[in-house]
């Protein structure tokens, strides 16, 4: 048995009420911010709901207080996630605020994080204590027509199976005219309501809702030559022009204009796939888009229109059984001289970089330099 279901953001303001078992929903982020649409979707959703914090590594206390007090009137009656998403993660932090919400709560929270954190890291600890994961991996970004979950690309290599699965960032649903999260829950109504319960105890998946893995992880086909074209949006100005990878004759080696600032970024690939984000002065990370438009402010582009960029992050999807690839990108700020480090977008270790993102938070973002490729160009 399994449930089907979606999860949304602020972005998503007036979402109706969609086919689905479940719907989970942005509740808060950090120790300030909370979902100002939030109440508008649950009011649409479907009987099954779930919330989640998306953390800041901040203060542990102040952010499960930030999300309790916001959530307070669903305790007991819907399932609790720690959306753990940042750039270095710390399985100390995360396990301090599941320990903390469920000491505050009796309720046993979830966390959510992608399939590249979960093989990397020690999370012996949070699976120990009876902490369930949400996975989420996708393989490409093509769109996806009503609900249609598919097997994991790879392995779980620290629990032994996983609560739930978002398969796909490209789903789409009549009703709705944009992309959603598709995900899926490996239970039946009953066991969703025991991760919602206050009962203090953990739910074990059943071993035959868990889906068959496919190991997708070797690789026999040559590296395929990738040019990335990418172009920044001055702020308060326009777009400044595409660049094809960098120190080609006609860009000037970077996309952006150097002591000004940017608001937008649209990044396209010749082959395979790219997602990317980038952050705000004194706001959030923003959603993650595919597109390449600069009419579409929903996926064809990142970022807002006068709110200045101060961060970037992006990940190359290797086409399956190719050498693996991976983008390669720095930048600089308004306010120092020179590059910045070199980062590198697959989420694991590779010498010599920080897996992260390229910029400062507060200082804009100046100018931009993007590679794919086997290795670093830098």
């Given at each position: ?33 909370t979902n100002p649409a939030m109440a508008d979707q649950i009011a649409n959703a479907p ?202 004759s006609n860009s000037s080696g970077f996309a952006g204009n150097p002591n000004h600032k ?117």
């Open positions: 048995m399994v449930l089907n279901g979606i999860d949304i953001a602020n972005y998503q303001t007036g979402i109706p009420n969609m086919p689905g078992d479940f719907r989970i929903v942005k509740a808060t982020e950090s120790t300030s911010y009987s099954l709901l779930g919330f989640y914090h998306f953390a800041s590594n901040g203060n542990v206390q102040a952010e499960a207080d930030h999300f309790l007090a916001t959530v307070k009137p669903y305790i007991g009656k819907a399932m609790l996630v720690l959306d753990y998403e940042p750039a270095r993660p710390s399985i100390t932090w995360a396990k301090a605020w599941l320990d903390y919400v469920y000491q505050k709560t009796g309720v046993r929270p979830v966390i959510y994080m992608s399939l590249a954190v979960e093989n990397a890291y020690d999370w012996s600890s949070v699976v120990n204590a009876g902490y369930g994961v949400w996975i989420a991996q996708y393989n490409n970004y093509n769109t996806v027509s009503g609900y249609q979950p598919r097997d994991l690309y790879g392995t779980l290599k620290r629990w032994p199976s996983m609560a739930m699965f978002q398969y796909t960032s490209s789903g789409r649903l009549s009703g709705w005219g944009a992309s959603l999260d598709f995900d899926v829950f490996y239970g039946d109504k009953l066991a969703w309501a025991k991760y919602a319960a206050i009962s203090g105890k953990p739910v074990a998946t059943a071993k035959a809702s868990t889906p068959t893995v496919v190991n997708h992880t070797t690789r026999t086909k040559a590296a395929v030559a990738v040019n990335v074209t990418y172009e920044l949006h001055q702020q308060g100005y326009g777009w400044l022009g595409a660049v094809t990878n960098f120190n080609n940017h608001d937008a970024l649209c990044i396209k690939v010749s082959h395979g796939t790219i997602k990317y984000r980038v952050r705000v002065i004194g706001g959030q990370w923003l959603p993650w888009v595919t597109g390449y438009s600069h009419t579409d402010a929903v996926n064809g582009y990142a970022g807002t229109l006068g709110k200045t960029i101060d961060a970037v992050e992006m990940i190359y999807i290797t086409p399956a059984g190719e050498a693996y690839s991976q983008a390669y990108y720095r930048s600089q700020t308004t306010t120092q001289a020179g590059w910045l480090r070199t980062v590198c977008d697959d989420g694991r270790s590779v010498a010599g970089l920080t897996d992260s993102y390229a910029g400062n938070f507060g200082q804009p973002l100046d100018r931009l330099q993007i590679s794919i490729g086997t290795g670093n160009p830098f």
